[in-house]
C-alpha cells in the first residue's frame, strides 16, 4: 500500500482514471508510458483497492495481503511490459483437508481436469485479446466436448461424475467454482461455471502463488511504474458525479485538499469501478440488479500453528496450501441452502492459508524469530443479505460460526494460538460485506465488482472489442467488472489501455 500526499487537482486532464486499485494502476501505467496524460483519483488515502498490505492491528509489525491474497492470472507479460518485477513463489504444498482425525493432501485430479489443463493456455492467452465469438473461442480450446462441460452445461454434473461417490474429493474442487460467488455448481445460470474457469486457467495453469512482501508489494510496484512514467496519483480524491456530452467529460471530485467538490475535464473516463458505482455516479437507473457479495474475510496473527487432529501431519505443511475446512460437497450445498434461506450455515465451508510459510518478509523481524505466523481464512456462503440489518452483530456472530468451524478440524482452538497486540487485543480482524463496501466501494461487497463473465463476446456488436466499453465512448471500464476481470489479473487495465490506444490486437 501506498500512500500519496496530496497533490493539487489540475482542472483537465487528458485521461482520468476513477479509482486506484491495481488495475486503475496498471492502466495508469500503461498510458503515461505511451505519452498520454493521466489523473488518477483514489477516494481512499492508499493506492492498491483490494490488493494491499497492511497491519490491522496498531503496533503489530506485520504486513498482511489484507483482502486479496494469491496470484494467478496476472500475466507475467503485463509486468515486464510496465517494467515491473512481479515476484511469486509456488506453495510447497496445493492442499490440504483434514478428515475425521486424519486428512488428504492435494486436489483430486480427473480426466476432465487434464482436459481443462490442456486447453487452459489457449483461453488464457485470448483474455488480453480483443474478444472473440463464442464460437471462435471455442474453436480456438480446441475441445469441444471439455468447453461444453465448462461452458455450457452447469458445472455440477460435470464435476459430480468425475468424482463419484467422493464428497470430499468434489467439494475441494468445487470451492474453484464458488469461491467469491453465491451460488451452486447445479445453477442452470452457470455462474459456477465462470467462477471455475478463471479460477482453473490463470498463467495457462491455474496455479495461485504467493506474492512476495505480500499484494502491497505488487500494487506498490505498480503506482511506482504509473508514477515513473508521469502519471499523477491523487489519494483522498473521491469521485461523485460523472457527466459526458460531445466535448467530453466532466468528472466531480472530492479536492484532497480542501474537501470542497471540484470539476475535472477529461477526454476520457477510464473507471476503476464497479460498472453499478459507475451507473450511479452518472445518475443513470443500473443496468443489472446488484451485486452481492457471500464471504467473510478473517486475518490471523498467530503465537505458533495449531496442532491439528492427526498428530502424524505437521502443520507447516497442512498449512502452506490451501488448507480446506467442511468444504466436502454435501456441507457446501448444506451451506448454500440454509444461507439462501436466510440464516448463518450451521457449519461455515473456508478455507485458510499461511502467507509467513511461503514468505516470512511480511513479518517484523521480532515476530518472525518467535516463530509467529499469519493466518487467512475465507469462508463462503455468507451473503450479505445476512449482514445488512445489523452489521456489526452479524460480523460478530459470523465469525464466531468461522472460527468454530475451523475449530471443528483442530486438535486445540485457534484462540488458544491467537498474538495479541501491545493494547491486548486478539490479533483477528473480520471483514464481511458491509465493510468491503464501505471501505473499498465494492457493491454489496461483492469480490469481483459483479458476477464474473464469460471471457467471450455474447453479442455480435461486441465481437473485436476490448469488454471494456460502455454506451459512451469517452467513458470506460478498467475494473474487475469489466468482462473478463475479477482476480489480480492487471488484464482489464491493460485492455482499457488498449482501447484507447486504439490496438485492435
Ligand atoms: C477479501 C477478498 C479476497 C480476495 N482474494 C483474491 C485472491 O486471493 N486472488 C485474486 O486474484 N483476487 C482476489 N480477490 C479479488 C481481487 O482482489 C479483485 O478482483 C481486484 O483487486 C480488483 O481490482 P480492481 O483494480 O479492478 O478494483 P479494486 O481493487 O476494487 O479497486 C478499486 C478502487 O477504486 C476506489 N474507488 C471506489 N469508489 C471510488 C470513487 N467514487 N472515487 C474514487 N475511487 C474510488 C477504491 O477505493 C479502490 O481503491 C479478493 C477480493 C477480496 C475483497
Keep these: 500500500m501506498s500512500t500519496e500526499a496530496a497533490a493539487p487537482l489540475p482542472d483537465r486532464a487528458g485521461i482520468v482514471i476513477a479509482g486506484g486499485g491495481h488495475n486503475g494502476l496498471v492502466a495508469a501505467a500503461y498510458l503515461a508510458r505511451a505519452g498520454r496524460d493521466v489523473l488518477l483519483l483514489e477516494a481512499s488515502g492508499a493506492l492498491g483497492g483490494a490488493a494491499v498490505s497492511s497491519s490491522p492491528w496498531p503496533g503489530v509489525d506485520v504486513r498482511l495481503s489484507r483482502y486479496s491474497y494469491l496470484v494467478s492470472l496476472f500475466p507475467r507479460w503485463i509486468a515486464a511490459d510496465l517494467g515491473v518485477e512481479l515476484e511469486l513463489v509456488r506453495r510447497r504444498v496445493p492442499a490440504y483437508t483434514p478428515v475425521g482425525d486424519g486428512g488428504v493432501f492435494g486436489v483430486p485430479g480427473s480426466p476432465f481436469a487434464d482436459a481443462v489443463a490442456r486447453l487452459a493456455p489457449a483461453v488464457f492467452a485470448s483474455l488480453t485479446e480483443p474478444l472473440r465469438s463464442e464460437a471462435d473461442l471455442r474453436a480456438l480450446a480446441g475441445d469441444d466436448a471439455t468447453w461444453d462441460a465448462l461452458v455450457r452445461r452447469p458445472l455440477g454434473a460435470t464435476l459430480r461424475a468425475a468424482h463419484a461417490g467422493d464428497d470430499v474429493g468434489l467439494g475441494i474442487v468445487a470451492t474453484d467454482a464458488l469461491i467469491g460467488t453465491f451460488t451452486s455448481i447445479d445453477d442452470p445460470a452457470r455462474l459456477a461455471n465462470r467462477c471455475f474457469l478463471y479460477h482453473v486457467i490463470g498463467g495457462g495453469t491455474g496455479d495461485w502463488d504467493v506474492p512476495v512482501g505480500g499484494m502491497g508489494a505488487v500494487t506498490g510496484a505498480l503506482a511506482g511504474a504509473a508514477r515513473a512514467a508521469g502519471a499523477r496519483l491523487v489519494t483522498g480524491a473521491r469521485v461523485t458525479a460523472v457527466a459526458s456530452d460531445a466535448d467530453g467529460v466532466a468528472v466531480t471530485v472530492t479536492d484532497p485538499a480542501t474537501g470542497a467538490a471540484r470539476s475535472v475535464a477529461a477526454d476520457r473516463l477510464l473507471a476503476n469501478l464497479a460498472p453499478h458505482v459507475l451507473d450511479r455516479l452518472r445518475g443513470r437507473p443500473a443496468a443489472a440488479p446488484a451485486p452481492e457479495g457471500a464471504q467473510l474475510k478473517v486475518n490471523l496473527l498467530l503465537a505458533r500453528l495449531p496442532r491439528l487432529r492427526d498428530p502424524a501431519v505437521d502443520p507447516a505443511d497442512a498449512f502452506a496450501g490451501t488448507f480446506h475446512v467442511n468444504e466436502s460437497a454435501s456441507q457446501l450445498d448444506a451451506a448454500y441452502a440454509q444461507a439462501a434461506a436466510g440464516r448463518i450455515p450451521d457449519v461455515v465451508p473456508c478455507e485458510i492459508y499461511c502467507h509467513s510459510l511461503s514468505d516470512p518478509t511480511i513479518l517484523g523481524p521480532d515476530l518472525r524469530a518467535a516463530g509467529a505466523h499469519t493466518l487467512t481464512c475465507f469462508a463462503l456462503h455468507l451473503p450479505a443479505r445476512l449482514f445488512t440489518a445489523d452489521p456489526e452483530g452479524a460480523r460478530?456472530?459470523?465469525?464466531?460460526?468461522?472460527?468454530?468451524?475451523?475449530?471443528?478440524?483442530?486438535?486445540?482452538?485457534?484462540?488458544?494460538?491467537?498474538?495479541?497486540?501491545?493494547?491486548?487485543?486478539?490479533?483477528?480482524?473480520?471483514?464481511?460485506?458491509?465493510?468491503?463496501?464501505?471501505?473499498?466501494?465494492?457493491?454489496?461487497?461483492?469480490?469481483?465488482?459483479?458476477?464474473?463473465?464469460?471471457?467471450?463476446?455474447?453479442?455480435?456488436?461486441?465481437?473485436?472489442?476490448?469488454?471494456?466499453?460502455?454506451?459512451?465512448?469517452?467513458?470506460?471500464?478498467?475494473?474487475?467488472?469489466?468482462r473478463r476481470g475479477g482476480g489480480v489479473s492487471g488484464i482489464p487495465g491493460h485492455n482499457a489501455a488498449m482501447a484507447v490506444l486504439g490496438r485492435t490486437g
Excluded at 423 to 447: F, K, M, Q, T
Design 396 to 482: 460478530e456472530a459470523t465469525l464466531a460460526a468461522t472460527l468454530a468451524s475451523l475449530d471443528s478440524v483442530l486438535a486445540e482452538p485457534i484462540t488458544d494460538c491467537v498474538l495479541r497486540g501491545p493494547d491486548g487485543a486478539p490479533c483477528v480482524e473480520a471483514r464481511s460485506p458491509v465493510d468491503l463496501e464501505r471501505d473499498l466501494g465494492l457493491p454489496g461487497g461483492h469480490i469481483f465488482h459483479r458476477d464474473l463473465q464469460w471471457p467471450f463476446a455474447e453479442t455480435e456488436a461486441e465481437v473485436g472489442t476490448w469488454g471494456v466499453e460502455t454506451d459512451d465512448p469517452r467513458i470506460l471500464l478498467c475494473g474487475a467488472g469489466a
